[in-house]
């Protein structure tokens, strides 16, 4: 065993100098690569951060909160919210909450400031102050069935939301859908779970 060692430590002595840091580039240039993949298939595979744009989540989100989102609509349920894209209407990504999927029908009430899917009024505790029909509106009673492989949104912030109700949106394909928010990541202040 002795014999080995000593065998061993004219190569160690020769990786002194430069090719020491050769070998100690090399091996953080491997980490770094590994890392870089690893970093890469968890946005693409697990998941992304993104950051809300505007007021249309107020009281549950804010403008510049930082979500944590899990790629992809899968499984993708009522009272989700979720990250979207729809560039016809906006050429940025949107934060609305899911309020009915494929098959379901939903009434929007104006007069009663009541949405109800499938006959069932839903409480939401997390809508700040009554809804008034939007200048869009045609009626103060609105009815949509949504079609298979799409979703009805709306934000929270129901009086300073563009979502399903605006005819330039409409019902979303799942298609279009980044991921679902999991998680407020920053400012620090609103740290906390999306469930």
Known sequence: MARGKRELRPEIEQLKGKAAWKGDLYLWLQAFVLISVAVVLCFVYVGRVVTVS?????????????????????????????????EAFLDEPIVKRVIATGGQTVVINYIE???????????????????????????????????????????????????SRH????????????GEARAVLFPLGHLQTIH
């Open 113 to 163: 400031n009541s949405v109800s899917v499938d006959g069932e009024r839903l409480e939401e505790p997390y809508v700040a102050e009554a809804m008034v029909q939007p200048a869009f509106s045609s009626s103060p009673v609105e009815t949509v069935t949504v079609p298979e492989g799409e979703i009805f949104v709306m934000g929270d912030n129901r009086n300073h939301s563009s979502d």
């Open 54 to 86: 505007g007021s249309s989540m107020e009281p549950t989100l804010h403008n510049g909160d930082m979500l944590l989102l899990r790629s992809g609509a899968a499984s993708v349920e009522q009272g989700d919210i979720v990250v979207l894209t729809q």
């Open 167 to 178: 005819p330039n949106l409409g019902t979303v394909d799942l298609r279009c859908v980044l």
